[in-house]
C-alpha cells in the first residue's frame, strides 16, 4: 500500500455529465502477465499494464526470484523468462505480497512446485487477516510445506515439494485457487487434473492455451483441464484491456445519475467477468457494448451507458463468480433503486479485504437504508434515489479499496456528506480513479495525514 496515506472527505452531488473516458488497465491480467511471463522460455512482452500498488508488488517478488524484468515505457515491459522451475530465491527471504491476494496464492502455486524454495512470506495488515485456509490445503496436496502448522493467515514459511506430483482437483468457485492449482501443476512430474463445475475467471487458461504441449481443456461448460507436467512455455505477447471490475464503478454512476452519458474505451469484456453487466441488463439498464475484437482468446470492446430508472435485482448463487468483485457496488445501485434486491450465494465475500457485505450493511444503513444479512444472502429495501444531505457517511480504515470506491459513489449520487479513512487503498487497483472522478465533475477534498 502506498506510503502517502489520506483521507477523502466528500460534501456535494455530482453533476450531469456525458463524457468519453479510459480506465485503468485489468488487474488480474496484469498480476498473471508477470507470473506467466517469468515462467516461460524466452522474452515476453506486455503492454498497457496496470501499474497499480498490485501489480508492482507483483513485479518485485518476481524480480526477488532471480527473473529480469525491464520497463521500456510506462505501462510497457518486457520479461525475460527462464523457464519452469527457474525460480530462485535465498532460504528463508522474504516475499511481501501486501493486499494482494491474487498475487499470493498464484505465485505461491508456482512456488510450491519449484525446487529448493524455503520463503517466508507475509501481506499487509488486510491480506493477514485473511484465511489462506482452502490455498494451503491444496497447496500441501502437491507436496508443500507450511508452518508453523495449524496456522492459515499470513506471515507464513513455505517449503515446497521436494517431489512434486500431480494431482486430481475439483475446483470451486475461486480462479485463484484453480488457477494455483494450474501454475502448481505446470512443475509436477505427470498430469494435473482440474474440473471446474462451476465457471470461474478464465485468465490463466487463456494466457497458456497457446501451450498445447502443457495445458489441454475439453468442454466449454464443466470443463475438464489438463495440465501436462515438466513442459515448455512459450513467451507471451500480450496488450491488456481496461478492468472491467474499475468500468463497473463508472457504470453505476452513470446509471444511477439523471441525465448523464459514457462511454467508456477498450475494456476487457471476457465472458467470465461481465456478469455485473448481464445482471443490469435484465434490469433495464441502458449498456451496449461496441466495437468488439478479441486478442489472445481475451474480448475487448466499448462500453456506452446511458443514466436510465432500474428495476431492483434478484441474483442467484450461480452468478457469483462471475460478479464476484462488483456485488458492492451492487448494492449501491440496489440501494438506490426502488423495490427489494436480493442477492445469494455470497458468503465468500467475508473473505476479502474486508467482510465486504458486512461493511457495506454498515454504510447503506448510516444513510437510512435497510439491510438484512445472512452468511449466503443480502436483502436491500431500496428507496430509489434520496437526497442524503443530513446524513453522513463514515468509513473507517478497512484497507479496503472496492468499500471506499462504493462509499465514493454513494456519496456523491446522495449529497451525503462522507468522510472515508485511507483512500490511499485504492491505488492498489484503480490509480486513475479520482483523476477519472474529477474529469465527470466530482468534487473531493484530500486530507493528507
Not at 16 to 41: C, P
Not at 78 to 101: H, P, Q, V
Not at 147 to 153: H, I, W
Amino acid at each position: 500500500m502506498s506510503s502517502n496515506s489520506f483521507n477523502l472527505l466528500l460534501k456535494s452531488k455530482i453533476p450531469r455529465f456525458k463524457r468519453t473516458i479510459e480506465v485503468d488497465a485489468d488487474k488480474s491480467l496484469s498480476i498473471r502477465s508477470f507470473i506467466i511471463g517469468s515462467l516461460s522460455q524466452g522474452v515476453s512482452s506486455v503492454f498497457n499494464v496496470l501499474e497499480s500498488e498490485d501489480v508492482k508488488f507483483t513485479i518485485s517478488a518476481c524480480k526477488k526470484l532471480g527473473v529480469k524484468i525491464i520497463k521500456v515505457k510506462p505501462g510497457n515491459y518486457k520479461i525475460y523468462g527462464k523457464g519452469l522451475g527457474s525460480f530462485a530465491i535465498k532460504k528463508n527471504a522474504e516475499l511481501n505480497f501486501s493486499n494482494s491476494g491474487t498475487a499470493s496464492r498464484l505465485l505461491l502455486g508456482a512456488l510450491s512446485t519449484t525446487p529448493d524454495i524455503h520463503v517466508k512470506i507475509k501481506g499487509d495488515h488486510s491480506l493477514n487477516r485473511r484465511s489462506m485456509k482452502k490455498l494451503i490445503n491444496l497447496l500441501s496436496r502437491f507436496g508443500a510445506t507450511f508452518l508453523p502448522k495449524g496456522k492459515e493467515r499470513f506471515p507464513l514459511r513455505m517449503i515446497s515439494s521436494k517431489m512434486p506430483i500431480g494431482i486430481d482437483y475439483k475446483a470451486g468457485i475461486s480462479a485463484q485457487l484453480k488457477s494455483a492449482a494450474i501454475l502448481a501443476g505446470l512443475n509436477c512430474y505427470g498430469n494435473t487434473n482440474i474440473k471446474e463445475e462451476i465457471s470461474s475467471r478464465n485468465h490463466t487458461e487463456n494466457l497458456l492455451i497457446k501451450n498445447k504441449q502443457a495445458i489441454q481443456i475439453k468442454n466449454r461448460e464443466k470443463k475438464l483441464i489438463t495440465v501436462f507436467g515438466k513442459r515448455y512455455l512459450k513467451p507471451i505477447n500480450l496488450n491488456i484491456g481496461g478492468d472491467p471490475s474499475s468500468a463497473a464503478f463508472y457504470t453505476a454512476l452513470t446509471l444511477l445519475n439523471k441525465k448523464s452519458y459514457l462511454k467508456i474505451r477498450n475494456v476487457g469484456l471476457n465472458e467470465t467477468r461481465i456478469g455485473f453487466f448481464q445482471i443490469l441488463k435484465k434490469q433495464n439498464a441502458n449498456i451496449k457494448f461496441l466495437n468488439l475484437k478479441k486478442e489472445n482468446n481475451e474480448v475487448r470492446g466499448d462500453i456506452v451507458i446511458k443514466s436510465c430508472k432500474l428495476k431492483p435485482m434478484k441474483t442467484p448463487s450461480n452468478i457469483y463468480s462471475q460478479t464476484t468483485d462488483e456485488y458492492l457496488i451492487l448494492f449501491v445501485i440496489a440501494a438506490l433503486t426502488k423495490g427489494v434486491s436480493t442477492f445469494k450465494g455470497i458468503s465468500d465475500l467475508a473473505n476479502k479485504e474486508s467482510s465486504r457485505a458486512h461493511e457495506m450493511k454498515k454504510i447503506l444503513i448510516q444513510i437510512g437504508i435497510k439491510c438484512k444479512l445472512s452468511k449466503d444472502e443480502m436483502k436491500i429495501y431500496g428507496k430509489g434515489i434520496i437526497d442524503a444531505s443530513n446524513k453522513r457517511i463514515f468509513v473507517g480504515n478497512l484497507g479496503d479499496h472496492r468499500v471506499a470506491m462504493c462509499a465514493f459513489i454513494l456519496s456523491i449520487i446522495t449529497n451525503a456528506k462522507a468522510t472515508i479513512k485511507n483512500f490511499e487503498t485504492v491505488y492498489t487497483s484503480s490509480p486513475s480513479f479520482l483523476k477519472i472522478m474529477k474529469s465527470l465533475g466530482a468534487k473531493f477534498e484530500i486530507e493528507k495525514k
